[in-house]
């Protein structure tokens, strides 16, 4: 089992399931093995306790630029046993316990003597040793606090009615005065009833430390370093101990995966010499996993099945290379049922098309496009991320084609070119653009909402090919049809002044039939005659969100004129510093900042509204 289970992690292409309590296994015993899954977690969780202590003592790593140059470690399961077992983390554990018990006690004891010295400070003035003031046989001292509106009539009371007495202000506040009071000790019961009458809060000094309140304080401090100078002693050896066990991290790594591979456990069943594992595994991946249970094993039997419709069955997307970047978005919000059409190919050339509309600004594009190629080959990434910055390198493509259309190179930066390289702006303004948004935006603007009619017509045609391919013609022909004769017949009607007179014709009579099927068959799951043609009508409200939908897609004309407007307001500025020595310096700061703010606000406007639409 074990040899088994080590195998099929390797391989990383089986998902073990649990096996339906109705299959002909369910009257075997379950494989789990409790004391060992139990050993790995308490493992696992002692050497947390290491890491955990280690890292509030070691230096930060930089989690932005730094961290992504830095180049990670790729290390062999094998290796990670062998690590394991030279480690003695049980060990390693007993020191972090013992350090981080001493850590608590100091800080314990810096909270405590933090406390007293609080306490003390409203008293620093009283020049009275706190534990020897009352072991006078005659002189009896009494120290506390009595609002400002009651002393003059309290201190006139003690001195009249307790001979020898007096009553001096060690702190006068806002509200309230620290005071002692200094008497013969046969004016006690006297001096108890003056207290008490004029409501005086007598303060008891209940702490260890002998001396007057500043000497204590002083004593505190001292304490106090000497505990901060143990503290960084134990943290300076933790560090020590940090750096000499860099394994713990692997080895977390390490029983990490047991941990995983012995909760397997609860999917596996046996009999008296067998053992039985159910799991999911692409097609692609089946002879590799053939191959490997014959090298290692002798005995063995695979059965494959196909899915059946009601199992939840894992989802891996495969898409061609230049495809795969873009299942960033699909993934962004949900991926397809195993039995649905994926949406990626499909999606990529509409979300590279959009993200071009949006940008559209060669200097942007090809600046978004370098950086992310940089990122790619200069980077220690993971798959996910190379993916992500790899759909970046499309989109700065994208964004690059967008803007020589538009004839936007950082905005209109070649309109300042010298006249001598005139030539420059002729060429890649005037000959490669096919649109002026600034000029004419018209055309732009048709142009995107054609895009969008284009991708609500691909999303019907896609949702009626599902049809098909689940078998449910009759539900494409009544559901997705019917919609495309009815959108293309209002199409067609308003724009008949633009077509051969035939059009008309066709587009009532597209009207007509998709008017008619879906009155007919949007209601169909009712029995009765009149609710089924009530759903009917009621379904052709659904027209508006169609022209919704499609209306969105100005959006696309919307960004990319902000794009372009932007840019040429930041060149404009830029172009206004003429100020004598120092104002080239300025306008190549303002072009900077400008730009670099425009690249990041279009660039993120694009990436968002290109993934809604």
Not at 22 to 39: G, P, Q, V, Y
Not at 471 to 494: A, H, N, V
Request: aromatic share 12%; proline share 2%; hydrophobic share 40%.
């Amino acid at each position: 089992k074990e040899l088994l289970l080590k195998e099929l992690q390797k391989l990383e292409c089986v998902e073990i399931m649990e096996l339906d309590k109705k299959t002909a296994f369910h009257d075997w015993k379950n494989i789990k093995d409790e004391d060992k899954e139990s050993n790995v977690v308490s493992d696992l969780n002692r050497v947390k306790f290491c890491i955990d202590l280690f890292s509030k003592y070691q230096v930060k790593e930089s989690k932005g630029l730094q961290s992504l140059l830095t180049k990670k470690e790729i290390i062999k399961y094998d290796d990670l046993v062998s690590i394991s077992k030279k480690t003695d983390y049980e060990l390693l554990h007993q020191q972090c316990k013992e350090f981080d018990k001493q850590l608590n006690q100091i800080k314990l004891s810096e909270n405590k003597l933090k406390a007293i010295a609080e306490e003390l400070n409203e008293w620093k003035e009283l020049e009275i040793d706190l534990i020897s003031m009352n072991e006078s046989k005659y002189i009896e001292y009494y120290i506390g606090s009595i609002a400002n509106n009651n002393l003059e009539k309290f201190t006139e009371e003690v001195i009249k009615q307790s001979k020898y007495s007096e009553v001096k202000i060690v702190k006068e506040g806002k509200n309230t005065s620290k005071i002692i009071i200094i008497t013969l000790k046969e004016n006690r019961d006297k001096i108890l009833n003056i207290t008490q009458k004029y409501h005086f809060e007598n303060y008891k000094y209940t702490h260890p430390y002998t001396g007057t309140p500043a000497e204590i304080i002083k004593k505190i401090n001292e304490l106090s370093e000497e505990l901060s100078e143990k503290k960084v002693t134990i943290e300076k050896q933790l560090i020590e101990i940090s750096n000499n066990n860099k394994d713990i991290y692997k080895i977390y790594d390490y029983l990490s995966i047991n941990k995983e591979k012995d909760e397997i456990s609860r999917y596996l069943i046996k009999s008296e010499n067998t053992f039985v594992i159910k799991g999911w595994i692409q097609e692609k991946d089946i002879q590799k996993l053939k191959h490997r249970l014959s090298d290692r094993f002798t005995a063995f039997e695979i059965i494959f099945s196909d899915p059946k419709k009601k199992d939840k069955v894992p989802v891996a997307l495969e898409n061609h290379k230049l495809v795969q970047p873009f299942e960033v978005i699909t993934e962004l919000y949900s991926l397809p049922n195993y039995f649905e059409v994926d949406p990626t190919p499909i999606l990529s050339i509409y979300y590279f098309i959009f993200f071009g509309f949006c940008l559209s600004d060669v200097g942007y594009g090809v600046v978004l496009a370098i950086l992310s190629y940089l990122a790619i080959h200069k980077l220690s990434l993971g798959y996910s991320a190379k993916k992500f910055f790899r759909l970046l390198y499309y989109c700065g493509i994208a964004g690059a084609i967008g803007g020589v259309f538009v004839g936007s190179w950082f905005g209109d930066i070649l309109n300042y070119l010298p006249p001598a390289f005139s030539w420059i702006r002729n060429i890649m303004v005037d000959k490669l653009s096919l649109f002026n948004p600034t000029e004419n935006p018209i055309p732009l603007l048709i142009l995107s909402i054609a895009l969008g009619v284009i991708q609500v017509y691909t999303g019907i045609i896609l949702k009626f090919l599902d049809n098909v391919k689940r078998g449910k013609m009759i539900d494409g022909l009544m559901d997705q049809i019917s919609w495309l004769l009815l959108l293309t017949g209002i199409i067609l009607f308003l724009i008949k002044g633009m077509l051969p007179s035939i059009f008309g014709t066709i587009a009532i009579l597209f009207l007509f039939i998709g008017v008619f099927t879906l009155i007919t068959t949007q209601g169909r799951t009712n029995k009765n005659i009149i609710m089924r043609i009530g759903s009917g009508i009621l379904s052709l409200y659904d027209i508006t969100s169609y022209f919704s939908d499609v209306l969105s897609y100005s959006r696309l004309f919307a960004l990319s004129l902000a794009t372009g407007i932007i840019a040429t307001m930041f060149n404009m500025l830029a172009t206004m510093a003429n100020i004598p020595y120092i104002g080239i310096i300025i306008t190549i700061i303002i072009l900077f900042i400008g730009h670099v703010f425009n690249l990041l606000i279009s660039g993120l406007s694009a990436f968002i509204h290109d993934a809604r639409l």
